[in-house]
C-alpha cells in the first residue's frame, strides 16, 4: 500500500485525467491544512474523484463530479449517475459528505421539496430533473439553492459571447433527519 503522503503526491504529480481530448478530469485543490487532513482519496473515474479529510465529529467524504456535457450520449451520464449512487450507498451516513461539481445540469428557479430551494436560476431542463430525481433518491439537496444571492450572482457557465448565463455548479449535502 502506498502512504497517504505518496498518494497526495502522486495525485498532484502524476495523475491525469482528462483523456486524449483534454475534456475530462477532476481534482480538488485544498489549502496546505486541509491537504493534511487528507485519509484518502479514490479516483473513480475521469468524471468522479472521492477524497476523504479527517474532520470533527466526523470525517469528510468529499465528492467531486464532471458531468459528461449534452453532446454525450445519455447512457454516459447514467454511468455516472450510478457510480455515484454507489459511492453514496457505500459512504456510511455517520459521515459528512459533499457531492459537488459540475452537473451539466439546470435544475431552474423556484423550491421543489426539500431537494431544491427557490433561488435556482433559468428553466429546469431534462437533465436538472435526472438532477433532481437523483437527489430525492438519496436524500440530497442543493445548497446553493437556498441562499438569496442576486441573479446575476447565480450562474456558474455563460454561453460563448455572454449570450445566455447558467446554474450548472452545484453543492449537494445530505438531508438531516
Known amino acids: 500500500h502506498l502512504s497517504i503522503r505518496r498518494q497526495r503526491q502522486m495525485c498532484i504529480r502524476d495523475r491525469y485525467s482528462g483523456g486524449e481530448e483534454s475534456q475530462r478530469g ?33 470525517n469528510l467524504v468529499v465528492v467531486q463530479v464532471y458531468m459528461p456535457t449534452s453532446n454525450h450520449r445519455e447512457e454516459e451520464v447514467d454511468e455516472v449517475y450510478e457510480q455515484l449512487e454507489e ?3 457505500e459512504t456510511p451516513g455517520k459521515k459528512n459528505l459533499v457531492v459537488m461539481g459540475d452537473w451539466n445540469a439546470s435544475v431552474g428557479e423556484g423550491r ?3 431537494e431544491i430551494g427557490e433561488f435556482g436560476l433559468g428553466m ?13 433518491r438519496n436524500k440530497l439537496f442543493i ?7 442576486h441573479k446575476g450572482r447565480r450562474y456558474t457557465w455563460k454561453s460563448p459571447g455572454d449570450m445566455r448565463r447558467y446554474q450548472i455548479d452545484y453543492i449537494m449535502v445530505r438531508q438531516r433527519s
Open 143 to 149: 445548497t446553493n439553492t437556498w441562499f438569496n444571492h
Open 26 to 58: 477532476v481534482a480538488l485543490v485544498l489549502n496546505g491544512k486541509m491537504g493534511k487532513r487528507v485519509v484518502g482519496i479514490d479516483q473513480v473515474s475521469d468524471r468522479i474523484l472521492v477524497v476523504e479529510i479527517e474532520a470533527r465529529p466526523t
Open 87 to 89: 459511492i453514496i450507498r
Open 124 to 136: 429546469r431542463n431534462d437533465r436538472g430533473e435526472k438532477a433532481i430525481d437523483f437527489c430525492r
Open 112 to 114: 421543489d421539496g426539500n
